[in-house]
């Protein structure tokens, strides 16, 4: 990585559970609702990370790998407003819901036969609250699923720098869980992911950055104030980011993602909320000094077709290098 890009992946989890929400004298049907980090609320019952729901949102830079022997800790913040929700596609009702969400990180670098691997923890945490006409939804402060991850380098090209890694995701149901609470951050289920990143140099200063991920989860046998099953189909996601590297320690970047997927039953009733979101970030990222980097990203999802509609979301990013 050198001087420049070194980020990371992250994900979080905010579940929301709404019954029926009304639009005048029409009572719309179940509409669940996720809520993600860098994250954002996102749709379909689980998750925030979820950024939509489970997907696994990745930054700029995220598959360049260090040195064997570097560690790495970072903080991440993203503040983000939903300000309608959708069913369809079409809007069913207004109102606010804001989330502010952190994410503790530590990866650390090693060589194993030749390849560099770098297992990782994740610990999110974070608040959320409904506002406005979705006031109701009430507020919780609590500490998310743990995630853990490592990604191995199949292709490390510092030369030409291209990069090609694989990275499996496990979430295990440590968060805070309340069946009966609308607003959450633990989803009381397992989640397993893949996730596939490629880096390389298009010019001596534009660089591309291309993932694609798959999630499945197991079922949460006590969803809701009965305490039913619910499952979810797999979900899927592509990212794409573009970097200019303005000079060796401040690049600018814009990126890209589409989520897709994640129906979910509920007492084996298929709850019609499949995801289908894309979204965009713009900002820069900055070494003020050999091992600190600054990150500051703005965007929004431009539609979904079910769930809270994300119209705000900046995120910052703390990077060390030991």
Not at 159 to 167: K, P
Not at 245 to 254: G, M, P
Request: charged share 15%.
């Amino acid at each position: 990585m050198g001087e420049d890009q070194t980020c990371v992946s992250h994900g979080n989890q905010v579940v929301w559970q709404h019954r029926r929400l009304e639009s005048g004298s029409r009572s719309k049907p179940l509409v669940e609702i996720r809520a993600g980090l860098a994250g954002a609320l996102f749709v379909a019952v689980l998750c925030m990370s979820p950024r939509l729901a489970h997907a696994i949102n990745v930054d700029a830079g995220d598959y360049n790998p260090l040195p064997p022997g570097a560690d790495v800790g970072l903080l991440y913040y993203e503040h983000s407003r939903a300000d309608q929700i959708n069913s369809s596609g079409e809007r069913v009702s207004g109102g606010d819901i804001v989330s502010d969400v952190g994410i503790a990180r530590f990866i650390h670098f090693m060589d194993v036969d030749g390849f560099t691997v770098d297992p990782q923890i994740l610990l999110p945490f974070g608040r959320a609250q409904g506002r406005s006409s979705l006031s109701s939804l009430g507020q919780t402060t609590a500490v998310g699923d743990a995630i853990f991850a490592a990604t191995v380098w199949l292709i490390n090209r510092p030369a030409s720098q291209t990069y090609f890694g694989l990275t499996p995701f496990i979430y295990a149901p440590t968060g805070n869980y309340h069946p009966g609470r609308e607003l959450d951050f633990g989803e009381h289920r397992w989640k397993f992911a893949l996730q596939a990143g490629f880096t390389t140099a298009l010019t001596p200063h534009i660089l591309v950055d291309l993932t694609a991920d798959a999630t499945v989860f197991t079922p949460n046998n006590d969803y809701g104030v009965s305490g039913g099953s619910l499952r979810e189909s797999p979900l899927f996601q592509t990212q794409a980011w573009l970097r200019y590297q303005l000079i060796s320690t401040l690049d600018i970047r814009a990126g890209f993602s589409y989520v897709l997927g994640g129906t979910t039953t509920v007492n084996g009733v298929s709850q019609s909320n499949r995801q289908s979101t894309p979204s965009w970030l713009v900002g820069a990222a900055w070494f003020p000094a050999k091992n600190w980097q600054l990150m500051a990203l703005y965007g929004r999802q431009t539609s979904t077709e079910n769930g809270p509609l994300t119209t705000q979301q900046i995120n910052f990013r703390l990077l060390k290098v030991f």
